[in-house]
């Protein structure tokens, strides 16, 4: 039975490209619904899965022959942070000091970024990834460095070691990028998250795009959050001219690409930069829509950023929701939070084998629930709430919440054991039923695209990663288990949740309980 339940999700979720790769139906009538929906698991797309076997795997790894590289020193134990420290006063940095980093500091942040860091029959890394085919690559553009030169290096997560693609400095280049320039002053490394979408495409078709977004949040969590722990200030950038940060790296935007850019570096009491804006549109706007490509193609190629004729208009605060609905539950206060450091909740995760039947306290819960949309600060980019699925949580009746993060409070929305119909939506996966508690990102799709353009479903996707993370973080600091089911049938889910799947749809879901 379970040999069989193994080959009917590969065949499931191993892809939608026979028909989800052909063009949207009619009605996904913005870039957002039609990438949304391009990207869903279906059972018509089933086929290709099978099909995915007769092909030859990407590499996981890129190989720079002869290229220079520079060791980087063994982890040593720096004084750290609590998880819940990290994350409760998480601010990010206003401005830098003009102060370098160590190379010692530099390879810590990369380790805990996405080095790897276990072992199970694979090199596991420190960020998750479906089927462990890592569609993330880390760069570093170094501007001072005590012992590296200045450059532009690729992370070799195997060697743990820094290869260099270009030599010399490029901050001036990453500053002509961003939208806000004075963003980088004084920043001595800046580091760009990059995803080899081919990776997840191979196995996943259209859907592997979710993945490789979704990873992107992954992955800048744990460098956010190792950065607070070990002192250093940092900041996101949202909005960037992909293709000069794609010219940087030297790839070509297509089968790889920029997708998240992270500064880091000693933080300064306020602002240390100008504070001009430059004036970056989608590239769609101006005309320039491709539209030979295929559909992930065409919308990744659609909504990069390039210079405007005019201001950028700054996207509208969202609506937020109320502090609280009259029927919400109060969540407890965690009476003892966990101690455990970022860094060891980050060395330990792991994607959980198997559950058991045990209940999680609810103490538990509203300790994992705050860690994972807890300050205004540390959203990204607004417009994902979260849903969960509680199936046994001591003093809480089993049946559908959304949390109220303002309020730390959970809505009851539906009644009822809902184990066998999510384990049904998401592909026969038992784990969806075994662990005591699923959390479901769903995001604002048409609110957002309205709000911030089409490029707001890679933000989506980007912040649902990173939320996914802060769940695994802190269950495993709370002494839990957390395992990202992200193969599920979006209609079903959607329909099981209440949502309509345009307006509002889940991207992404993790799942937490007892287990290893």
């Known amino acids: 039975m379970k040999l069989r339940r193994r080959a009917f999700l590969r065949i499931l979720a191993g892809a939608v490209a026979f028909l989800a790769g052909r063009p949207a139906p009619a009605r996904a009538k913005t870039r957002v619904l039609e990438i949304h929906r391009a990207t869903r698991n279906t059972l018509a797309g089933a086929l290709d899965g099978l099909l995915s076997k007769l092909r030859r795997p990407p590499a996981r790894f890129k190989a720079y022959a002869g290229a220079e590289r520079a060791k980087l020193p063994a982890l040593r134990a720096d004084p750290a942070l609590p998880l819940a420290e990290a994350v409760r006063h998480y601010a990010p940095a206003r401005g830098f000091r003009e102060a370098p980093l160590s190379l010692a500091e530099l390879g810590r942040l990369l380790y805990f970024t996405n080095g790897v860091t276990g072992r199970r029959g694979l090199h596991l890394r420190a960020a998750p990834s479906a089927g462990a085919l890592y569609s993330g690559e880390v760069y570093v553009v170094a501007e001072r460095v005590s012992g590296l030169p200045s450059g532009v290096y690729y992370y070799d997560v195997m060697g743990h070691a820094l290869v260099r693609v270009q030599a010399g400095s490029f901050t001036s280049q990453v500053a002509d990028a961003l939208e ?104 769609h706007s101006k005309g320039e829509t491709p539209l030979r490509e295929e559909v992930i193609e ?79 600060a540390l959203e990204r980019a607004p417009g994902v709430e979260l849903y969960l699925a509680a199936h046994r949580v001591k003093d809480l009746a089993p049946g559908l919440y959304r949390y109220e993060a303002k309020a730390h409070r959970l809505a009851p929305l539906r009644e009822g054991d809902l ?41 989506l996707l980007i912040e649902s990663g990173a939320i996914g993370q802060r769940i695994y973080l802190s269950a495993e600091s709370a002494g839990l288990a957390a395992r990202n089911l992200a193969a599920f049938m979006d209609d079903e889910l959607n329909e099981l949740m209440g949502l309509d799947g345009q307006n509002e749809a889940v991207v992404h879901l993790t799942v937490v309980g007892h287990g290893d």
């Open 180 to 283: 806000r320039p004075g963003e980088i002053a004084n920043v001595p490394v800046v580091i760009l998250l990059a995803n080899v979408f081919h990776r997840y495409t191979w196995r996943y078709a259209n859907r592997g795009y979710r993945y490789a977004l979704i990873d992107s949040g992954h992955i800048g969590e744990n460098l956010r959050l190792s950065a607070t722990s070990a002192g250093f200030g940092h900041a996101a950038p949202l909005r960037f001219h992909d293709d000069r940060l794609n010219a940087i790296l030297q790839v070509d935007g297509r089968a790889e690409a920029v997708c998240a850019v992270h500064l880091v570096g000693a933080p300064a009491d306020g602002a240390t930069g100008s504070a001009v804006k430059r004036s970056l549109v989608e590239r």
């Open 298 to 376: 065409r919308y990744h190629q659609a909504t990069k950023l390039v210079d405007g004729d005019t201001a950028t208009p700054a996207p509208t605060d969202p609506v937020l929701p109320p502090t609280a609905s009259p029927s919400s539950l109060a969540l407890p206060e965690t009476s003892a939070l966990p101690t455990t450091v970022v860094e060891e909740s980050i060395q330990k995760r792991r994607s959980a084998r198997h559950f058991e039947p045990d209940p999680i306290a609810l103490e538990n819960l509203s300790f994992v629930l705050e860690m994972a949309q807890g300050p205004r």
């Open 419 to 459: 184990t066998r119909a999510l384990v049904s939506a998401c592909l026969g996966q038992e784990k969806a039923g075994a662990a005591a508690v699923a959390f479901l990102m769903v995001a604002k799709l048409t609110r957002e695209a309205a709000r911030a353009g089409d490029r707001s479903y890679r933000d």
